[in-house]
């Protein structure tokens, strides 16, 4: 095995390969405090990528509700079992990754999910027992909670699915770093499956071959975020590039949350794949579970957003989430304005940050009627 | 008395008789080397139950863990296969035929399928790349048969028939008005088949590959290949047809032609698939001539 380095561990650690970091990284930034669980970024990749032969049970992109919710079954508790306890020592992770874990005969420590995993997703899971005290829910963190978690495939930076190919089927673009299956080469091994600990390739019986999300590629290629962004009703998502945190850029909206700001975190960091889709924690979670799912710096970041009201800047990037169509490369917070630009910067959206208010009387006098508030 | 002998004669006849038409007859064994007889018939025997096996020297192949290469085989599976081979002018057959004792025939998210191969060099001499898949430079020439592919021929891999209680509103290629159309769709709402994965529409059990070291299998158009299975009584009965070289000057398959060929076996219930499978070293291979035999 190589040795590579990986930020977010803040050490080196052992990979199938070298280190080969791409051109530019795609990266994304999930707001777990704005998702509603509604569904829909499923439905639009579920609608675009997913509805042929073979892939009736596939959700390349998949939102379910933490601490009970697994899309396939156990798929993160069951493999934290099986690395077993591990330490982060002041921002270092000193444990083991799962290249490092790997049990002899293998490359990576994993499992394959049964078929019968992947088949009740969402079911159950939002209910609720046990009564909550008043007033125990305006102070985070609460007694009994939840949250959902809307996951796609990383594009990880040192993706496990390629790592454990034997056929070297899998490949992470140089131009953008998105990982794909080549669905010519692919034998259907299922290897990828058992290593990716995120569960986010799946093996398509009709094809024999196993698939995965990606990134909507044809739309990023067009400066386009994808489907499932484009479509999320909560405007949690935000599609950009991420540089390493030496070459960190303040205009740069990944860089800024993740580096700068340090609120938006990866999931499961300890596996060691560098994952490029990164959290804002959500606020009223308990400290053990969020450091469980977005390592040591999981409370600070969910504190840090409770104030993201009093800062402009932050704000302003905030405001711009699900605001437009296209990838925001770079952005810009000019007095109450957040605006967003392209690969050229070119401005693509404008918003206020402060939406502003109207404050209408109830009788509407032109047309004779009492108004109802509704939303 | 002599009656008793009589009966006694009789019982051990049919003892015989009943042993001897069992699904596994015993053959004529083939010591140190796979020989091939030639045959006028081999189209013919490429269904595993064909009466002239029954006549053909078998050799039994002892196979071992491929422990080389990560991902590996943890525990040992198909521990012995027996092997008998004919050829006439064009194809060359081998029936293969090993104990497993569950029949898996299908690939789902985590179930696997039964599967053997047939692996020769590509040169001639007994300088011959190694066994393991092969090397850079040096091919090996792999024809591989899974019972997936066979079932997937015969309709049993979609949807209905491994799920018969799906409820499946519609799939989009269904929308088609006419069936050319209809055809388009279907490829392109199945990435592997459009890129033109075999494995997505397999047009036979069997396919030919070469390969030059491990993780290098690649399909070759040019060369044709069958296969046909049939499990029984915790028995896998197989054929790997292949079509024999036209132009054989510098192919090690040909009459006469001392060369090697090595087998791999996987069970689709023990989790084997891709490099986790048992598989042998180079066995000698021989198919017989009637003329002077040419040494490697
Ligand atoms: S999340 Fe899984 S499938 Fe996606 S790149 Fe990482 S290891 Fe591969
Ligand atoms: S990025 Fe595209 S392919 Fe990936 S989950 Fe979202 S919609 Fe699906
Ligand atoms: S569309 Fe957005 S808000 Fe709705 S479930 Fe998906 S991520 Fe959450």
């Given at each position: 095995m190589a040795r590579v380095y990986n930020w977010q561990l803040g050490r080196e650690m052992s990979y199938w390969y070298a280190g080969n970091r791409p051109k530019r990284q795609w990266a994304a930034v999930f707001d777990?405090?704005?998702?509603?669980?509604?569904?829909t970024c499923t439905l639009a990749c579920k609608t675009t990528w997913t509805s042929g032969r073979g892939q009736e049970y596939m959700f390349w992109n998949n939102v379910e509700t933490k601490p009970y919710g697994f899309y396939p079954m156990a798929w993160d508790v069951r493999l934290l079992d099986m690395l077993q306890a591990q330490q982060w020592n002041n921002g270092h992770y000193d444990g083991q990754t799962i290249f490092e874990a790997?049990?002899?005969?293998?490359?990576v420590l994993g499992f394959r999910p049964e078929?019968?995993?992947?088949?009740?997703?969402?079911?159950?899971?939002d209910d609720v027992y046990g009564n909550v005290d008043k007033?125990?829910?305006?102070?985070?963190?609460?007694?009994a909670w939840m949250f959902y978690l809307a996951r796609i495939c990383n594009h990880c930076t040192y993706p496990a699915c390629l790592a454990s190919c034997p056929r070297g089927s899998i490949y992470k673009r140089p131009e953008d770093g998105i990982v794909l299956i080549d669905q010519n080469r692919c034998?259907?091994?299922?290897e990828c499956v058992r290593a990716c600990p995120y569960k986010k390739t799946f093996f398509n019986p009709s094809t024999g071959t196993s698939e995965k999300c990606i990134a909507c590629y044809p739309k990023i290629e067009q400066g386009l975020q994808p489907q499932c962004f484009e479509n999320c009703i909560g405007k949690i998502r935000v599609q950009g590039w991420i540089n390493t945190p030496e070459q960190a850029q303040e205009d740069n909206p990944i860089d800024y949350l993740v580096?700068?700001?340090?609120?938006a975190l990866p999931l499961y960091p300890q596996y060691g794949l560098e994952p490029n889709v990164y959290y804002i924690p959500p606020i009223h979670t308990p400290n053990e579970f969020l450091i469980q799912l977005f390592g040591p710096r999981a409370p600070e970041a969910a504190r840090e957003y409770l104030k993201a009201r009093e800062d402009r800047k932050l704000s302003g990037l905030l405001s711009l989430l699900g605001c437009t169509t296209k990838t925001i490369s770079y952005f810009a917070v000019k007095g109450d304005k957040a605006i967003a630009y392209d690969d050229q910067r070119q401005p693509t959206v404008e918003v206020p940050i402060t939406e502003p208010t109207f404050i209408r009387p109830d009788f509407d006098s032109v047309r004779e009627v009492i108004r109802q508030n509704t939303p | 008395m002599r009656k008793l002998i009589l009966l006694f004669v009789v019982a051990c006849v049919a003892i015989l008789l009943i042993v001897s038409c069992g699904p596994r007859k015993e053959s004529l064994k083939s010591a140190g080397q796979v020989l091939a007889k030639r045959t006028e018939q081999g189209q013919q025997m490429t269904n595993p139950f064909d009466k002239g096996w029954e006549q053909m020297p078998v050799y039994s192949a002892q196979l071992k863990l491929q422990d080389i290469t990560e991902p590996k085989l943890a525990t040992p599976g198909v521990a012995s296969m027996d092997v008998r081979a004919v050829f006439d002018d064009q194809w060359l057959v081998l029936r293969l035929d090993w104990p497993d004792s569950t029949q898996d025939t299908i690939a789902v998210p985590s179930k696997f399928s039964d599967a053997a191969a047939v692996e020769f060099p590509t040169v001639i001499g007994s300088d011959v790349p190694d066994a393991k898949m092969g090397k850079d430079q040096k091919p090996v020439q792999i024809v591989q048969w899974k019972a997936v592919w066979q079932t997937k021929m015969d309709g049993g891999m979609s949807t209905h028939s491994l799920y018969p209680n799906a409820a499946i509103d519609h799939y989009p290629p269904e929308a088609a008005k006419d069936s050319a159309s209809r055809q388009l769709l279907e490829r392109q709402y199945a990435p592997a088949w459009n890129a033109g994965n075999l494995n997505a529409h397999p047009t036979s059990a069997a396919k030919a590959y070469v390969a030059e070291g491990f993780g290098s299998l690649t399909p070759v158009d040019g060369l044709e290949a069958k296969g046909q299975g049939e499990w029984k009584s915790g028995h896998w009965y197989v054929t790997i047809t292949q079509r024999l070289p036209v132009s054989n000057a510098s192919s090690p398959l040909r009459p006469g032609q001392r060369t090697y060929m090595a087998l791999a076996a996987w069970d689709g219930s023990a989790g084997d698939v891709g490099s986790r499978k048992m598989r042998t070293p180079w066995i000698p291979f021989l198919m017989e001539s009637q003329t002077k035999l040419a040494t490697p």
């Amino acid at each position: 095995m190589a040795r590579v380095y990986n930020w977010q561990l803040g050490r080196e650690m052992s990979y199938w390969y070298a280190g080969n970091r791409p051109k530019r990284q795609w990266a994304a930034v999930f707001d777990i405090n704005k998702c509603i669980a509604c569904q829909t970024c499923t439905l639009a990749c579920k609608t675009t990528w997913t509805s042929g032969r073979g892939q009736e049970y596939m959700f390349w992109n998949n939102v379910e509700t933490k601490p009970y919710g697994f899309y396939p079954m156990a798929w993160d508790v069951r493999l934290l079992d099986m690395l077993q306890a591990q330490q982060w020592n002041n921002g270092h992770y000193d444990g083991q990754t799962i290249f490092e874990a790997a049990p002899a005969g293998e490359r990576v420590l994993g499992f394959r999910p049964e078929e019968r995993d992947y088949s009740y997703p969402n079911v159950g899971e939002d209910d609720v027992y046990g009564n909550v005290d008043k007033g125990a829910y305006f102070t985070p963190p609460h007694a009994a909670w939840m949250f959902y978690l809307a996951r796609i495939c990383n594009h990880c930076t040192y993706p496990a699915c390629l790592a454990s190919c034997p056929r070297g089927s899998i490949y992470k673009r140089p131009e953008d770093g998105i990982v794909l299956i080549d669905q010519n080469r692919c034998q259907g091994y299922q290897e990828c499956v058992r290593a990716c600990p995120y569960k986010k390739t799946f093996f398509n019986p009709s094809t024999g071959t196993s698939e995965k999300c990606i990134a909507c590629y044809p739309k990023i290629e067009q400066g386009l975020q994808p489907q499932c962004f484009e479509n999320c009703i909560g405007k949690i998502r935000v599609q950009g590039w991420i540089n390493t945190p030496e070459q960190a850029q303040e205009d740069n909206p990944i860089d800024y949350l993740v580096h700068i700001r340090k609120l938006a975190l990866p999931l499961y960091p300890q596996y060691g794949l560098e994952p490029n889709v990164y959290y804002i924690p959500p606020i009223h979670t308990p400290n053990e579970f969020l450091i469980q799912l977005f390592g040591p710096r999981a409370p600070e970041a969910a504190r840090e957003y409770l104030k993201a009201r009093e800062d402009r800047k932050l704000s302003g990037l905030l405001s711009l989430l699900g605001c437009t169509t296209k990838t925001i490369s770079y952005f810009a917070v000019k007095g109450d304005k957040a605006i967003a630009y392209d690969d050229q910067r070119q401005p693509t959206v404008e918003v206020p940050i402060t939406e502003p208010t109207f404050i209408r009387p109830d009788f509407d006098s032109v047309r004779e009627v009492i108004r109802q508030n509704t939303p | 008395m002599r009656k008793l002998i009589l009966l006694f004669v009789v019982a051990c006849v049919a003892i015989l008789l009943i042993v001897s038409c069992g699904p596994r007859k015993e053959s004529l064994k083939s010591a140190g080397q796979v020989l091939a007889k030639r045959t006028e018939q081999g189209q013919q025997m490429t269904n595993p139950f064909d009466k002239g096996w029954e006549q053909m020297p078998v050799y039994s192949a002892q196979l071992k863990l491929q422990d080389i290469t990560e991902p590996k085989l943890a525990t040992p599976g198909v521990a012995s296969m027996d092997v008998r081979a004919v050829f006439d002018d064009q194809w060359l057959v081998l029936r293969l035929d090993w104990p497993d004792s569950t029949q898996d025939t299908i690939a789902v998210p985590s179930k696997f399928s039964d599967a053997a191969a047939v692996e020769f060099p590509t040169v001639i001499g007994s300088d011959v790349p190694d066994a393991k898949m092969g090397k850079d430079q040096k091919p090996v020439q792999i024809v591989q048969w899974k019972a997936v592919w066979q079932t997937k021929m015969d309709g049993g891999m979609s949807t209905h028939s491994l799920y018969p209680n799906a409820a499946i509103d519609h799939y989009p290629p269904e929308a088609a008005k006419d069936s050319a159309s209809r055809q388009l769709l279907e490829r392109q709402y199945a990435p592997a088949w459009n890129a033109g994965n075999l494995n997505a529409h397999p047009t036979s059990a069997a396919k030919a590959y070469v390969a030059e070291g491990f993780g290098s299998l690649t399909p070759v158009d040019g060369l044709e290949a069958k296969g046909q299975g049939e499990w029984k009584s915790g028995h896998w009965y197989v054929t790997i047809t292949q079509r024999l070289p036209v132009s054989n000057a510098s192919s090690p398959l040909r009459p006469g032609q001392r060369t090697y060929m090595a087998l791999a076996a996987w069970d689709g219930s023990a989790g084997d698939v891709g490099s986790r499978k048992m598989r042998t070293p180079w066995i000698p291979f021989l198919m017989e001539s009637q003329t002077k035999l040419a040494t490697p």
